[in-house]
C-alpha cells in the first residue's frame, strides 16, 4: 500500500470539499481531496442541485411552449417531448461542471484521491479505492456531505420507488407520481414531472407545505402549485409505500390508498457520517448523526474538522461552501465568519420562492416589532412585460432601527433578486438604504426598491 503525507487531506468532494481543497492551495497549504465517487462535485453537482435545475429548466420551457407562447403571438404546433435529449442535455452539464473541478484542482496544485476514505487514526486516513493509499495528514477536515432520508415504512427499490437521485433519471414519464414530503425537493421535482405530463400527487404531514419557508409566501406558493395542477394534500401521513408488480401502492393513515407508477420521497436527508472510521478516533455523532464543532469548525479531537451538511444547520451548497472556506482561513490565522442570520434559500419551482433572515412568524415568536413593505409582481412594468405578474417582494424591517431583518420574495427570478438583499443585510443596511438606491427600469429589482418604500408607507406604484 502506497504512503503519502499531505499537511490538510479534505474527506469529501462535494460544495464544502472542493472549495475547501481549492482556497487551501490557495493559502498555500499542501491539500489533498478524497471522495469515493469518479467525479467531484458530491451531491449538488453529480445528483441534486445542478441535474434538478438543469431538468426544471427543460421542463418549464416545454410548458412554455405548449401553454404561453401564444400570449406573445407565437404560434407553435406538434410540440412533443425527447425524454433523452433532455436527459442528455442534463447529463452533459453535469460532466462539463464535474469535469471543471479536475481542472481546477490541476491549476491549484490539489492532489485528488478517488476512493473511500477512512480514518486509521486521527493523523491517518485509508484511501480505498483503485490504488490504495495510507495519508498521513497534519489536520483533516471532514467533509461528508449528507444524503437522502429513509423511512422504515417506505419500501425503495431505487427504480419504481426512490428518492431524489430516482427521480432525476426516470425513463419515461410516470403518467402518475406520488411525492412523500412537501418540501423544497419534493415540490421542484414535482413541478418537472408535472411539466412533463405526470398526474402529480405530494403527500405532506404537517399542515403546509415548506415548513420553515414564510408562511405568506407558502401559502401562495400553495395556491399557485394547485393552478399547476400538483395535488397537495396536507396533513396526510403515509402509512407504506410499496411496488406490486409494475405498479406502486401507498397507504395513506385515515385515508384512500393510492395506486401510482411511481413514488418519490423527499422528507429531507440526513448526514452521510456513518463508515468514515470516526469510532477509530472516538470522535461521537449526536443521534441524528452530525459532527459537533466549535466556532473555528474544530471536533473534540484535535486537528480534526468538519464543515457542510455533516454539522447540520441549513443543508445548502452555498452555505457549506462559506463554511469550508472560513474553516480553511482560521486554520491559517485569518479573522473570517460565516454570518448564519444571511443565508439565501431559494425554491427553484415556477414560479421562483427566495428568502434571506427571518420569517414574520419567527419575529412574532421572538417578540420583534416590526414594520412590513410589500410590492406585488403586478405593479411592476418589467414583470408585466415578462408576462409574470403571479408574485411579490416582501421586506421586513425593525420597526425602531429600520434595519432589514428578513426579506421573501415569490415570482420569476426570485432567486437571482434575493441577493440584493442578501448583500443589504450583510452590510447591516435599512430598508431605507434600498429606497434610497437608484433601481434601474425597467427590472424586476424594482420591486425590491418599491417594497422598501412600502416599509415607509411611501411607495410609489402600488396603492
Known amino acids: 500500500m502506497t504512503k503519502v503525507k499531505h499537511e490538510l487531506v479534505v474527506l469529501g468532494g462535494g460544495p464544502a470539499g472542493y472549495v475547501a481543497a481549492i482556497r487551501a492551495a490557495q493559502l498555500g497549504i499542501d491539500v489533498a481531496c ?244 470516526l469510532e477509530a478516533i472516538n470522535l461521537e455523532t449526536d443521534q441524528r448523526g452530525f459532527i459537533a464543532v466549535n466556532e473555528n469548525f474544530e471536533t473534540a479531537v484535535e486537528s480534526v474538522y468538519a464543515a457542510g451538511d455533516c454539522i447540520g444547520g441549513a443543508m445548502l451548497a452555498h452555505k457549506a461552501m462559506e463554511e469550508a472556506i472560513v474553516c480553511v482561513e482560521r486554520m491559517v490565522g485569518m479573522k473570517s465568519h460565516v454570518n448564519y442570520d444571511v443565508i439565501p434559500a431559494i425554491v427553484y419551482t415556477h414560479p421562483e420562492i427566495a428568502s434571506v433572515g427571518r420569517t414574520e412568524e419567527q419575529l412574532k415568536q421572538d417578540g420583534v416589532t416590526y414594520n412590513k413593505g410589500v410590492c406585488p409582481y403586478g405593479a411592476n412594468g418589467r414583470a408585466r412585460t415578462l408576462g409574470e405578474i403571479d408574485g411579490r417582494v416582501k421586506i421586513l424591517a425593525d420597526a425602531t432601527t429600520d434595519r432589514v431583518l428578513g426579506v421573501h420574495i415569490i415570482g420569476a427570478r426570485a432567486g437571482d433578486m434575493i441577493a440584493e438583499a442578501a448583500t443589504a443585510m450583510e452590510f447591516g443596511a435599512s430598508s431605507e438604504d434600498i429606497a434610497r438606491t437608484c433601481h434601474a427600469h425597467p427590472t424586476l429589482a424594482e420591486a425590491m426598491h418599491e417594497a422598501a418604500l412600502a416599509v415607509d408607507k411611501r411607495a410609489i406604484h402600488t396603492a
Open 34 to 277: 478524497i471522495d469515493e465517487n469518479p467525479r467531484f462535485g458530491g451531491t449538488c453537482l453529480r445528483v441534486g442541485c445542478i441535474p434538478s435545475k438543469a431538468l426544471l429548466e427543460s421542463s418549464h420551457l416545454y410548458e412554455e411552449t405548449q401553454h404561453r407562447f401564444k400570449d406573445h403571438g407565437i404560434q407553435v404546433e406538434g410540440v412533443r417531448l425527447d425524454l433523452d435529449a433532455l436527459m442528455a442535455r442534463k447529463a452533459k452539464i453535469v460532466d462539463t461542471l464535474t469535469g471543471g473541478i479536475d481542472m481546477l484542482f490541476k491549476k491549484q496544485g490539489v492532489t485528488p484521491y478517488r476512493g473511500r476514505g477512512r480514518f486509521q487514526d486521527a493523523n491517518t486516513i485509508v484511501v480505498e479505492g483503485e490504488e490504495s493509499v495510507t495519508i498521513e495528514a497534519d489536520q483533516v477536515l471532514i467533509c461528508a456531505g449528507s444524503h437522502p432520508a429513509k423511512l422504515p415504512f417506505v419500501e425503495e427499490d431505487g427504480e419504481y420507488i426512490g428518492n431524489s437521485t430516482t427521480a432525476l433519471s426516470f425513463p419515461t414519464v410516470p403518467q402518475k407520481l406520488v411525492v412523500i414530503g412537501a418540501g423544497y425537493i419534493g415540490l421542484e421535482l414535482g413541478s418537472v414531472w408535472n411539466r412533463l405530463g405526470s398526474e402529480v400527487i405530494a403527500l405532506e404531514a404537517f399542515d403546509r407545505i415548506m415548513p420553515g419557508i414564510d408562511g405568506e409566501i407558502a401559502s401562495l406558493a400553495h395556491r399557485g402549485f394547485k393552478k399547476q395542477g400538483i395535488d397537495i394534500r396536507t396533513e396526510t401521513f403515509v402509512q407504506s409505500a410499496k411496488r406490486q408488480g409494475d405498479k406502486c401502492v401507498v397507504e395513506i393513515k385515515d385515508g384512500d390508498t393510492i395506486e401510482c407508477d411511481r413514488v418519490l420521497l423527499a422528507t429531507g436527508r440526513t448526514p452521510a457520517t456513518d463508515d468514515l472510521g
